[in-house]
């Protein structure tokens, strides 16, 4: 909510980038951060400054969004998001997101 009042075209940008991992979760320039047999944390770019970092689950999409943040920060917590990852799968485990 933030964003989009702060910057409303870059939360256009985000929601575009976020509308198209539904139909391709794996698109060109996705760097995969971490790969585990559960899952895999991704990173896509939105522009030159921002990042989207994401979770793949039992190689479905499931649109966890873990953070959108700016390019120079967007790799200091990524324990953290992995931890928030994780504890979703104890949650909601992958074989529940083949329904």
Known sequence: RRLMRSDRKLAERIDAAIQALVDEPYPPGVAV???KEEYDLCRVKIGQSWRL???V???QLVI???DAVA???AYQ???TLLGRLETFLRVIPPSETDQ
């Open 33 to 35: 951060l971490s790969h």
């Open 53 to 55: 970092i994401y979770g």
């Open 57 to 59: 689950v039992a190689n």
């Open 64 to 66: 966890l969004l873990l």
């Open 71 to 73: 390019r120079e920060s």
């Open 77 to 79: 917590n990524l324990d």
